[in-house]
């Protein structure tokens, strides 16, 4: 009877996983790729090698039977030109460059790299799996004096993260996982009651900009580069198996540290879990704030639960405190229940995996109210969203009008393609902003997704305009093409065509030079196009006249330094004179340059956060970490400039 049951589960699970555009692969074997790489050391040969990739291809190819297959492969031996790129990126970086990657591809990929220290023989392993965008969460490291052991180690290594993958549909305290492959034989000895599965969203990536295309061929139709698939593990939230598993599908119970941490939107295609190689051992755990400093015993208490999360004082389950570690008083296995508070205040409730030997580090803050809301986090992804819509629209705009002064045809199909992308991004921005309004109107404060909501329309507007603009130019292309038409008319034509792209990009100074080039060449060949560049020459100059030396300079920071700030240092010594710049402008009525800076805004903000995201990764210690700790108001101020340049 309960196998019967548990078969109606996973089909009744199949259907609506389908729909959301996930397949659970109940009949898809693994593929896994075993990358081998050793040191530059005489003892590390490749008979070594050899004997490494042949007892870890035996051993798990026999572990896997039906429901996988396994390649090894010589990375010493492989020539660059032939190496996947995450081969490459691992070969030139390291282990460590895998938490920056998390793109769908195929397969799983688990490399081995091994060195000889001081007589032993040393190895590190880790796993992407490219199904599901996911890196296992940490680096095994073994260390072993035998040579004739290594290959067994390593493959046991191997197998214990391995992780085999599920697909879920988040529906309530306690779900059904169908397990991949789990049609084409048992897989008793992989998943077992007890084990614990990350959760991971899976997304359809953001539109991206067509290919521009390169020689000097007549190129074929541009398409739309095709969206990427990413995987995001979904943080406090574990699986724990309960039951299976059975018939390919296994019951987990759902441990999760924020309320409502499933949010669906237009790019969420569905949920996956993977298998945790976790262990048994103490959890020695260090709580920090935000950014990253540890807190004190006297602000924080840390107690911690076997079962489920502890709701009774009851001392064993009290974790002890020395420099700056909790540390637990008796093992656990697989997963562990943290409560923090400070005194009797409750902050948070956090399922924490269990790696033996392995620092688990969390950030709490201090206020309960702190730990942010689901709107308030739908908010901010929405935003982010909308914000690099806008970078890859400003994109567009760059490299079409730098293709189209060399081949316009070219330009008009990266254009369309580009036009294509964008307009599918806006509507998928609407439609998702219209869902959040519906799904949080009685949890989010009045105004919460305004400020997306004018990104969204600053989106249209552009694209509107590049609509227009790709008209122009086909008319230009067709002019250009027809024999009866003067060579002066196509040149003419021509560059009023430059000088809209170059306005429409707010560069108003090369588009006044290509409406007085223009205008040089009606007045001595086309006398019919000279009133017209000639009005719009004096309107465009008019408009673009500089009010006063205060106005030159601020527009001068913003096309000559605004747009290219990057570094956090610089940004946070700029952000005063960004503001004066923008009021000077903005009651000298410069709309352009104010738009332009507006316009340009996300693609600050961006680079902003990606180096000062990198400077917080190569921070060492906490002075360094407290220090970069105060661009939290730079931050804020950058956005609050955004959001007022929004306004203007």
């Known amino acids: 009877m309960r196998l019967a049951l548990s ?81 490459k990126l691992v070969d030139e970086k390291g282990l460590e460059a895998l938490d920056s990657v998390n793109t769908s591809a195929t397969g799983k990929t688990h490399f081995i790299s091994i060195d000889f220290v001081d007589g032993k023989y040393e190895f590190r392993t880790r796993q992407h799996d490219g199904t599901i965008g996911f890196s296992t969460p940490i680096i095994r490291k073994t260390v072993h004096g035998d040579r004739g052991f290594v290959g067994r180690l390593a493959g046991l ?141 006297d602000s ?36 562990a229940f943290v409560v923090v508070k400070s005194g009797d205040l409750p902050l948070a409730r956090i399922p924490v995996e269990i790696y033996p030997d392995r620092l688990a580090v969390l950030k709490v803050n201090l206020s309960p109210s702190a730990e942010p809301a689901p709107a308030m986090l739908a908010a901010a992804d929405m935003l982010d969203r909308a914000r690099s819509a806008r970078v890859m629209q400003a994109r567009a705009f760059e490299q079409i009008a730098t293709i189209q002064e060399k081949e316009r045809q070219k330009a008009l199909e990266f254009g369309q393609a580009a036009l294509d992308s964008l307009s599918k991004e806006g509507d998928a921005l609407r439609a998702d ?21 004018r990104e969204v329309k600053a989106l249209e507007n552009k694209t509107r305009e590049l609509l227009g603009h790709l008209a122009k130019l086909a008319e230009v292309i067709r002019l250009e093409n027809d024999p009866m038409t003067a060579a002066a008319r196509k040149k003419i034509e021509g560059l009023l065509v430059d000088a809209k792209g170059h306005e429409g990009n707010l560069d108003l100074d090369k588009a006044i030079a290509n409406y007085e080039e223009a205008l040089k060449l009606a007045m001595a060949s086309e006398p019919a196009s000279v009133e017209s560049t000639q009005t719009a020459l004096t309107g465009l100059k008019k408009l673009w006249e500089v009010k006063s030396p205060e106005h030159a300079a601020a527009r001068k920071f913003i096309y000559a330094t605004w747009v290219n700030l990057a570094q956090p240092l610089d940004v946070k010594n700029a952000l005063p004179e960004a503001r004066k710049a923008f009021l000077i402008c903005k009651s000298a009525g410069d709309k352009f340059s104010v738009r332009k800076m507006y316009l340009t805004g996300p693609q600050v903000l961006e680079k902003y956060a990606e180096h000062l995201k990198k400077m917080l990764d190569d921070a060492t210690d906490d002075e360094e970490r407290k220090a970069l700790a105060a661009y939290e108001k730079t931050t804020e101020e950058l956005n609050k400039l955004l959001n007022d340049l929004g306004d203007k």
């Open 7 to 87: 078969a109606v589960l996973a089909i009744g699970l199949v259907l609506p996983l389908h729909a959301q555009g996930l397949d659970p692969e109940s009949k898809a074997p693994y593929q896994l790729r075993v990358v081998v790489r050793t040191a530059d050391h005489p003892t590390l040969t490749k008979h070594f090698r050899a004997e490494i990739m042949k007892n870890v291809s035996s051993s798990l190819q026999a572990a896997l039977g039906a429901i996988g297959t396994v390649e090894v492969i010589d990375l010493n031996s492989t020539p660059v030109e032939s190496r996947d790129p995450l081969w």
């Open 157 to 297: 290594a191997v197998a214990q993260d391995f992780g085999l993958v599920g697909t879920f549909d988040p529906n309530g305290p306690q779900v059904s996982l169908v397990l991949k492959a789990g049609e084409l034989g048992p897989l008793d000895a992989w998943v077992k009651k007890g084990d614990v599965f990350a959760v991971v969203q899976v997304k359809q990536g953001r539109r991206t900009l067509p290919k521009v295309p390169k020689g000097k061929a007549k190129a074929e139709k541009v398409e739309p580069a095709a969206p990427a698939i990413s995987g995001t593990r979904v943080d406090g939230v574990l699986l724990h198996v309960i039951d299976g598993p059975r018939n390919g599908l296994c019951v987990c119970k759902v441990y999760n540290r924020y309320k409502d941490w499933f949010p669906r939107d237009g790019l969420t295609l569905g949920y996956r879990a993977v298998r945790l190689g976790t262990g048994e051992g103490l959890l020695k755990l260090q709580l920090t704030d935000s950014s990253g400093v540890p807190h004190r015993s």
């Open 300 to 335: 924080v208490q840390a107690r911690v639960g076997v079962n489920d999360f502890p709701d009774a004082n009851r001392d064993r389950e009290e974790m002890k405190f020395s420099e700056g570690i909790f540390t637990s008083r008796e093992t656990f296995k697989n997963i």
């Open 433 to 453: 902003i219209a869902r959040l309004r519906e799904r949080y109107k009685a949890d989010s404060p009045p105004g919460l997704f305004e400020p997306s909501d």
